[in-house]
């Protein structure tokens, strides 16, 4: 698989990324290997196998439908990086 | 002080009963620190409360693995990003050691967000292995096997997500525990990938993770994926001896990449433990190979989707002077993640793409399956399955950091367990290179009973877990 400029661009672009000039290539070179490597995949029989996303094929709980005491509003305060009245900053995303 | 060097947990409580035995551990951990830099943060020292603590464990000192929540303790799980994370809750695994009495001396230095086999990716430096300083631990708990390698604590906490327990103690010489998926808590464990990730211990005797895992065991209403069963008595199920158990022997774990030493080292540990009564049994696991294939789709794809919590707007990494939302969330992530965590997610992201789903990222899921059911057919007629644990001994720091994908192969040998949520233990059975090599034993889910009975029975028939490193002055001191 063939991972060109474009192709990184939109990765990063999806994952949120920003890449420098200086890791492009090495990051370029680095996925590409690694889908090489797990192309081994592709020459499996997994007709009817159904894909397994939890190890015992279990469902998650639900959690009762309770009120319990969850306002962590005071600790989570401290460990924002930037938050005024009780709300996080963010730059303005509106004009 | 030497007296408690590399003793086991027994000993440590004796031990407590007339000395401050936590400040030993913290000053032997501060002497070896600028050997093994095995610790991110040093705990601020036990209070006077410490001494007089209850349970289990009580007064034993241990360390944590950075990507357990210690509230009020910074945790970084290695990374820029949460250099200066101080959560504001304990994991239950955190917890459950606390309510046992022991004392979290510090954090342990891991790969960044557990991605890694070798520890040189973390943010606060590699470990050197106390067994030859130029040489890697292994990771990602790469810091909790080297403090208990080096004799510093008697047990560390650590996480197993592809091997990154087992691994570890395998090249340091340690005794390394991974429970079933669902066994332990995930808790307030920072996530690498949720269905693969499980908690584990690291100590030199397979008794003392028994004792650790009896009091970190157990339901957690707070982990969805934790799963309600009976308890069990782990250190009583160490006595059971191992008259009649199947060891299944699969070729498929000698591969061609396994060196002959290492192979020849773990035959000769099994032909002790068929001496003690056990029947080596030969089995197949002819999907083994595809392993790390599977692996290194699922486990980069579930990475991309937890580590995107990590926005430099509620906790972690901020960028400065952003212009607009997305340039935060960009320049956050990309100051905040080292290289190998990049690719992962770059990798992840492609196969949790349009157009390459279905190729990769289902075909993996269903390859997984397989995988699992080579296990479950293979469980069948054995209780264990066993062979080696790596490939080859610990490289040289620096060695394998231009090639990345010669580490991901050298997972051969745990990947598969961790994708069917199995229990397994390395232990250390010789020595290649002057440099420990650590034997594997499986068990099937919940097994982890005959895997101690197993894995101590060996160990009382010999000393490899016993044998110490002869560390530099400065760890002696």
């Known amino acids: ?95 | 002080m030497s007296g408690l060097r590399f003793a086991d947990i027994a000993a440590w409580r004796a031990a407590a009963a007339d000395q401050d035995v936590v400040a030993v551990a913290r000053t032997m951990a501060e002497a070896a620190q600028p050997d093994l830099n095995a610790l991110i943060s040093l705990a601020p020292a036990a209070d006077a409360a410490a001494a007089t603590r209850t349970g289990a464990l009580a007064g034993i000192p241990f360390a944590h693995k950075d990507l357990f929540c210690t509230g009020g303790l910074r945790t970084t799980a290695g990374s820029r990003m949460l250099a200066d994370f101080v959560p504001p809750y304990d994991a239950t695994v955190a917890v459950r050691l606390d309510q046992a009495g022991a004392i979290c001396i510090g954090k342990a230095n891991m790969d960044e967000f557990a991605m890694g086999s070798s520890n040189e990716n973390s943010a606060f430096g590699a470990v050197r292995n106390p067994w030859d300083l130029t040489r890697v631990p292994g990771g990602s708990s790469g810091g909790s096997a080297a403090l208990v390698a080096a004799g510093i604590v008697p047990f560390a906490t650590g996480s197993d997500t592809g091997g990154s327990v087992r691994q570890p103690a395998a090249f340091c010489g340690v005794t390394g525990f991974k429970p079933s998926y669902g066994r332990v808590s995930r808790y307030g464990m920072i996530a690498f990938a949720s269905s693969l990730d499980q908690a584990g211990v690291i100590a030199r005797h397979a008794r003392d993770c028994a004792e650790v895992l009896d009091c970190l065991a157990g339901f957690d209403p707070r982990d969805a994926t934790s799963v309600e069963r009976p308890a069990e008595h782990f250190v009583g199920a160490c006595d059971r001896g191992v008259q009649g158990l199947r060891i299944g022997v699969a070729r498929q774990l000698y591969s061609a990449g396994v060196r002959s030493e290492i192979a020849d080292c773990t035959r000769a540990a099994l032909s002790e433990l068929e001496r003690a009564g056990a029947v080596l049994v030969d089995i197949e696991l002819p999907r083994l190979e595809l392993s790390v294939s599977a692996y290194y789709v699922i486990a980069p794809a579930e990475a991309s989707s937890n580590l995107a919590r990590y926005d430099g707007v509620r906790y972690g990494h901020r960028a400065e002077s952003a212009r607009d939302l997305n340039e935060l969330y960009s320049r956050s992530r990309s100051e905040g993640f080292g290289n190998e965590v990049k690719r992962r997610i770059l990798v992840g992201t492609f196969v949790l793409s349009a157009g390459y789903y279905d190729a990769y990222y289902l075909r993996a899921q269903q390859v997984r399956r397989l995988i699992a059911e080579d296990f479950a057919r293979a469980f069948s007629g054995v209780d264990v399955i066993a062979g080696p644990t790596t490939p080859d001994v610990a490289f040289g720091i620096g060695e394998k950091a231009d090639d990345p994908l010669a580490m991901y192969a050298a997972d051969i040998n745990t990947v598969a367990v961790n994708l069917a949520g199995l229990p397994a233990i390395s232990l250390p059975c010789g020595f290649v290179d002057a440099m420990p090599v650590g034997l594997q034993l499986i068990g099937p889910a919940w097994g982890e009973s005959q895997l101690f009975a197993a894995a101590h029975a060996y160990q009382q028939l010999s000393d490899w877990h016993q044998r110490t490193p002869s560390l530099t002055a400065g760890a002696q001191s």
């Open chain 1, 1 to 95: 698989m063939h991972i060109d400029n474009a192709g990184l661009d939109r990765l990063a672009r999806l994952a949120r990324l920003g890449l420098d000039d200086g890791e492009r290539e090495r990051l370029m070179a680095g996925i590409e290997s690694v889908l090489d490597m797990v192309s081994a995949l592709r020459n499996v029989d997994v007709n009817a196998v159904l894909p397994m996303a939890h190890p015992h094929d279990a469902q998650l709980r639900l959690r009762a439908d309770a009120v319990d005491d969850c306002d962590r509003q005071a600790a989570l305060e401290q460990i924002a990086p930037q938050m005024q009245s009780g709300l996080y900053l963010v730059p303005k995303v509106i004009e």
